[in-house]
């Protein structure tokens, strides 16, 4: 993702959302800390990047991303309060913010977790998994990357499941489009066949971190 920089001039989406600064930026949208000016909150808006809104498919992904995670509503997800569209037509999500680091980049920075620490990740990582399997929801693409530790307390770390843009229902087959679409490196082997995925597809992915 880009460093952080700040958008200029200040845009203000629906007249109540207003860009602070760019947080990060994927290949399917860019994320900004905002503030919704109605009740004076900062909140974290994801904006859907040109090149992806050219694209059916991205658009459809990216109303899945918050439309699944949404009906999750777990601490261990992140939580989605508002989807809209810009006057110009190009879909945002509206997230809570969060402070913190990826999984990836605390294997980086650190090196090999204390055990107590890398368990306390782990369990909840499984926690926020096993709230979106309740709802038939197989996250599909989780990585590292895909996992943000943040510290809301000195003591203890909050992992939040992030990125549902490929998520799918636990009973759907598996579409060519999702393989494309998945990190390659973190395939699960009936992805790379392309045979039907569910909640083990997941769990597998968590234990290969």
């Known amino acids: 993702m880009s460093a952080a920089q700040h958008p200029n001039p200040v845009s203000v989406l629906d007249g109540k959302y207003a860009l602070i600064r760019e947080l990060g930026s994927g290949g399917t949208g860019t994320v900004y800390e905002a503030e919704n000016l109605i009740v004076g909150k900062k909140i974290a808006l994801k904006l859907m990047n040109a090149g992806a809104f050219a694209e059916q498919d991205s658009q ?23 989807l809209g569209v810009t006057k110009s037509g190009v879909p945002y999500i509206v997230m809570e ?4 680091e990826t999984l990836e980049e605390v294997i980086d920075t650190r090196g090999p977790l204390a055990p107590a620490y890398a368990c306390e990740l782990f369990l909840q990582l499984l926690a926020g998994l096993s709230a979106a399997h309740a709802q038939g929801i197989v996250h599909c693409d ?3 990357g895909n996992v943000l530790v943040t510290h809301p307390r000195p003591d203890r770390p909050l992992v939040k ?16 489009s999702d393989v494309v679409m998945c990190t390659a490196m973190c395939m ?3 992805q790379v066949t392309r045979d039907p995925v569910d909640f083990r597809t997941d769990v597998s992915k968590a234990f290969a971190m």
Request: hydrophobic fraction near 45%; avoid cysteine; charged fraction near 25%.
């Open 142 to 144: 989780l990585k590292p």
């Open 161 to 176: 499941v992030l990125d549902f843009g490929i998520a799918r229902g636990v009973e759907a087959s598996q579409p060519k």
């Open 97 to 100: 913010l969060l402070r913190g």
């Open 60 to 82: 459809t992904r990216f109303v899945t991303e918050a439309r699944a995670a949404a009906r999750i509503s777990h601490a261990n997800v992140v939580d989605i309060h508002d």
């Open 188 to 190: 699960a082997p009936e």
